[in-house]
């Protein structure tokens, strides 16, 4: 069984980077062929994907947020990161790690629980 926890601070001030890990558990980040996902959900809004790292250490972003946003990860300690920087309120959200087992389409099978991160002053 697949688990993911992300971690890291719940209140960050604007213009901060946000930084969060995932710890993956009962399956390595390295397997081919999955892809290790950064999701997050604003109040009241939809899921926004964010950005992947792949099992090959490839990452891929939002174009959205790309200017802002770098994944990496840790092989040995089985983690991935998330960073964006210069955060605003509008960041406000819950944020999810997941894994992407989809061939030809995402299919996000395993989710941490979220965590709440407020952007504010």
């Known amino acids: 069984q697949v688990q993911l926890q992300e971690s890291g601070p719940g209140l960050v001030k604007p213009s901060q980077t946000l930084s969060l890990t995932c710890t993956v558990s009962?399956?390595?980040?390295?397997?081919?062929?999955?892809?290790w996902s950064w999701i997050r959900q604003p109040p009241g809004k939809g899921l926004e994907w964010m950005g992947a790292?792949?099992?090959?250490?490839?990452?891929y972003y939002s174009p959205s947020l790309k200017s802002r946003t770098s994944i990496s990860r840790d092989t040995s300690k089985n983690q991935f990161t998330l960073q964006l920087s210069s955060v605003t309120p509008e960041d406000t959200a819950v944020y999810y790690c997941?894994?992407?087992?989809?061939?030809?389409?995402?299919?996000?099978?395993?989710w941490g629980q979220g965590t709440q991160v407020t952007v504010s002053s």
């Open positions: 997941a894994r992407d087992a989809g061939v030809v389409t995402t299919e996000y099978d395993y």
């Open positions: 790292i792949a099992y090959s250490g490839s990452t």
């Open positions: 009962g399956g390595s980040i390295t397997t081919n062929y999955y892809y």
